[in-house]
């Protein structure tokens, strides 16, 4: 299985990723807005690809930390979506997505990333509550838990604030799973 970013070229392929793995077009629009976008972080948001097949996508988008403090805020990433086609879920293609875009943004000299998800999926990256970090979503939240937060730089989250985010992840609908 090879990683690696996304050709340009390949976005709907990418979008039709999203689409099978969550068996609706919401994923898919998102992904495909998201690649678009400006705010794409292009490095690390790898496809897995077997044989020529996609089998997944992991999406990374940049965010702003803006502080209640009024000090300069901070640059972070949200991880959304990850998508596996069914027929490669369970095999260890999401988990090996997700580590290998965690240890490039670390080795980038990334500060965090957030993610809105399951706790029993994300933890074993080390994710842990974003809330009581301080970090504060665009949008409430449904559910109220799965905000969560990786420290990438030692000691660097703390500041409490309200994470800014790329336009197609700005919509109260975004944030209700
Ligand atoms: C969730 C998803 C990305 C995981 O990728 P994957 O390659 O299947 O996962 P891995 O093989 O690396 O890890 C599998 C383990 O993750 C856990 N897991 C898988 N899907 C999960 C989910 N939706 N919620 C919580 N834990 C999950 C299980 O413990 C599973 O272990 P098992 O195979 O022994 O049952 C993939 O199943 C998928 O695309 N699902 C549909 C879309 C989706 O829900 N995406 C999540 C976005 S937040």
Same mark, same amino acid.
């Given at each position: 299985?090879?990683?690696?970013p996304?050709?340009?070229?390949?976005?709907?392929a990418?979008?039709? @990723? &999203?689409?099978?793995?969550?068996?609706?077009?919401?994923?898919?629009?998102?992904?495909?807005?998201?690649?678009?976008?400006?705010g794409?972080?292009?490095?690390?948001?790898f496809?897995?690809?077997?044989?020529?097949r996609?089998?997944g &996508? @992991?999406?990374?988008?940049?965010?702003?930390?803006?502080?209640?403090?009024?000090?300069?805020g901070?640059p972070l990433? @949200?991880l959304?979506?990850?998508?596996? @086609?069914?027929?490669?879920? &369970?095999?260890?293609?999401?988990?090996?997505?997700?580590?290998a875009?965690?240890?490039?943004?670390?080795?980038?000299?990334?500060?965090?990333?957030l993610?809105?998800?399951?706790?029993?999926?994300?933890?074993?990256f080390?994710?842990?509550?974003a809330?009581?970090?301080?970090i504060?979503?665009? &949008?409430?939240?449904?559910?109220?838990w799965?905000?969560?937060?990786?420290?990438?730089?030692?000691?660097?989250?703390?500041?409490?604030?309200?994470l800014?985010?790329?336009?197609p992840?700005?919509?109260?609908?975004?944030?209700?799973?």
């Amino acid at each position: 299985m090879l990683l690696r970013p996304i050709d340009p070229s390949e976005v709907e392929a990418v979008a039709d @990723v &999203h689409r099978r793995a969550f068996g609706s077009d919401v994923e898919a629009d998102l992904a495909r807005a998201l690649m678009l976008d400006d705010g794409f972080v292009r490095t690390l948001s790898f496809v897995a690809e077997d044989g020529g097949r996609l089998l997944g &996508h @992991v999406l990374f988008s940049r965010s702003w930390l803006e502080r209640d403090d009024g000090e300069p805020g901070f640059p972070l990433l @949200v991880l959304a979506p990850l998508a596996v @086609v069914p027929e490669s879920q &369970h095999e260890g293609v999401g988990t090996t997505l997700v580590e290998a875009a965690i240890a490039l943004a670390r080795e980038s000299g990334e500060i965090g990333m957030l993610v809105f998800g399951d706790p029993a999926y994300y933890g074993r990256f080390g994710f842990t509550d974003a809330w009581a970090k301080g970090i504060r979503t665009p &949008h409430p939240t449904e559910p109220t838990w799965g905000w969560q937060a990786l420290e990438l730089a030692e000691c660097v989250l703390g500041p409490s604030g309200i994470l800014r985010v790329a336009p197609p992840l700005d919509a109260p609908e975004m944030w209700i799973a």
